[in-house]
T-cell receptor
């Protein structure tokens, strides 16, 4: 099993809604990441969890709230978003040691539209 | 200042030909890692190849090779025998600092869109 699974694939929400993006991996990876990618731009790092603890927060607005309930799951809770938050949200994970250590495996992304 | 620079917004290559995608980087850290990812229109980022700053030999993975020129701070991706399925966006990325066994923070370049033609 060499996948990072993201749900939902597409999400449309209003500015007053509360929604969540979910990411799951069963590769035993202990680091998990959220990236945001606007159209025709490179991915930009938002958050990193290492061993289920938040290790990097790239000054992301508080309307984005990450959560790592266990070593396989990563959530991104969304509340009071703005239209400019519309983007592809990519989840990734990486193993701590061994072959492929430090290489990120990405999911297919959740495409978010904020109306 | 840009840490990763990809100067080719778009490239065309004929099927079965080789193509080189350029990437230059900027860091003062002696330990770093360089990565190439492919992003098809579906959105998923697919890992292609990795080069560590202390690796003596250029990395290769099947049809992909990384032309690592440390003094020039360049890490160009060479794709041999291009296929139609290679049409995608290609991103160069860098991890500054040595890998500590926890997380790997990557900074991406702006990407090069490769179109393979018949």
């Amino acid at each position: 099993d060499t996948e990072v699974t993201q749900t939902p694939k597409h999400l449309v929400m209003g500015m007053t809604n509360k929604k969540s993006l979910k990411c799951e991996q069963h590769m035993g990876h202990r680091a998990m990441y959220w990236y945001k990618q606007k159209a025709k731009k490179p991915p930009e790092l938002m958050f990193v969890y290492s061993y289920e603890k938040l290790s990097i927060n790239e000054s992301v607005p508080s309307r984005f709230s990450p959560e790592c309930p266990n070593s396989s799951l990563l959530n991104l809770h969304l509340h009071a978003l703005q239209p400019e938050d519309s983007a592809l949200y990519l989840c990734a994970s990486s193993p701590p040691w061994g072959p492929g250590a430090n290489v990120l495996t990405f999911g297919a992304g959740s495409r978010l539209t904020v109306l | 200042a840009q840490k990763i620079t990809q100067t080719q917004p778009g490239m065309f290559v004929q099927e079965k030909e080789a193509v080189t995608l350029d990437c230059t980087y900027d860091t003062s850290d002696p330990s770093y890692g360089l990565f190439w990812y492919k992003q098809p229109s579906s959105g998923e980022m697919i890992f292609l190849i990795y080069q560590g700053s202390y690796d003596q030999q250029n990395a290769t993975e099947g049809r992909y090779s990384l032309n690592f020129q440390k003094a020039r701070k360049s890490a160009n991706l060479v794709i041999s025998a291009s296929q139609l399925g290679d049409s995608a966006m290609y991103f160069c990325a860098m991890r500054e600092g040595g890998y500590t066994g926890t997380a790997s923070k990557l900074t991406f370049g702006t990407g090069t869109r490769l179109q393979v033609t018949l």
